[in-house]
């Protein structure tokens, strides 16, 4: 797939992931972006790995399903390793 393609795939993907997983992710746009980029990389390698086949062929619904998957697994990482504060019992 070519890097516009990446580009378009991941910003929709993370636009997506940020609606879907809940919290204050505090990254923005740019981090929305990233996040979707890693996102696709991430679905279309865990989804290839499953299924033997190449999910990082082009814009179409099986590579955006792929990188929403990835997205939300890159955000919700994301959210729990940059957890501050919280609720803690005393």
């Given amino acids: 797939m ?3 393609a990446w580009i378009v795939v991941g910003a929709i993907a993370g636009f997506i992931a940020s609606k879907v997983v809940p919290g ?3 990254y923005g746009v740019l981090g929305g972006l990233v996040a979707g980029i890693v996102g696709a990389l991430v679905g279309g390698f865990l989804f290839g790995a499953l299924t033997g086949e190449d999910w990082t062929t082009g814009i179409n619904i099986g590579t955006i399903v792929a990188a929403i998957v990835g997205a939300i697994i890159v955000v ?13 019992a005393v």
């Fill in 24 to 26: 204050d992710e505090n």
């Fill in 2 to 4: 070519s890097i516009i």
């Fill in 76 to 88: 919700f990482v994301w959210n729990m390793v940059t957890k501050r504060g919280g609720s803690r």
